[in-house]
């Protein structure tokens, strides 16, 4: 029998705030410095929804360990720059956290600092305050699924009662691997067929998502 939803784990860059978009231009920005280029869909695949430690791990293994430590100061730099030019929450999503009664709370590769900064500028910080989980707290990041574990656990709340709102390839795997149903933004910059999987409804507008939810929508296959 599938249990109730008690708890809905927001993923935060693209599902909230619509920082993917900022932080894929910026890697092909940061791959033609270098000498590694990308394209927006490479950088996805490769980057995207990964932790920041994940991501220097692989711009080492690339480019060497000098390179990317450099990479990765340039990268927050640039990224900063682009999210206080005007980040905005991620379409629709403000109508639906408004609809949604359930508890919920974050749980982002990315860290605290880089969190309260978006979710600051978006004007969504407070409404998750004290229920913001970050990779940074866990020995392995997405799509392992330490963090989604960790963040059910301190909420006091069963994998198997747990939502998982991703938008990214290794999110939605993290979900699974953690035991719980996850729902796949594909309104952003990964593609429907990435998100798609067992115990995964991938859908295209966030406005659909309190209508999910209340569901407890599963798809098998």
């Keep these: 029998m599938i249990k109730p939803i008690e708890l809905v784990i927001f ?4 599902v909230l705030v619509d920082s993917e978009v900022i932080a894929v231009r910026v890697l092909v920005r940061l791959g033609e410095e270098y000498g590694w280029p990308l394209t927006g869909a490479e950088a996805v695949e490769l980057f995207v929804g990964r932790s920041e430690a994940a991501n220097n791990a692989l711009v080492a293994e690339r480019l060497g360990e000098e390179v990317a430590a450099v990479w990765g100061k340039r990268f927050h730099e640039l990224h900063a720059e682009a999210v206080d030019a005007g980040l905005t929450p991620v379409a629709g999503l403000p109508e639906a956290l408004a609809a949604i009664t359930l508890p919920t709370c974050v749980a982002s590769s990315g860290t605290h600092e880089k969190m309260r900064h978006t979710l600051g500028r978006t004007g969504l910080y407070e409404r998750f305050d004290g229920r913001i989980f970050s990779a940074t707290e866990v020995g392995r990041g997405k799509p392992a699924p330490d963090l989604f574990l960790h963040a059910a656990r301190s909420m006091g709340v069963e994998p198997a009662s747990c939502v998982v709102v991703e938008d990214s390839g290794p999110g939605v795997r993290a979900a699974r691997a953690a035991g719980m149903r996850a729902l ?17 409804v991938v859908f295209h507008d966030m406005r659909e998502l309190p ?11």
Aim: with cysteine; aromatic share 4%.
């Design 11 to 14: 993923d935060c860059d693209g």
């Design 184 to 200: 796949g933004y594909a309104g952003g910059v990964t593609a429907a067929e990435r998100l798609a999987g067992p115990d995964t």
């Design 211 to 221: 209508g999910l939810i209340a569901a407890g929508a599963v798809h098998q296959g």
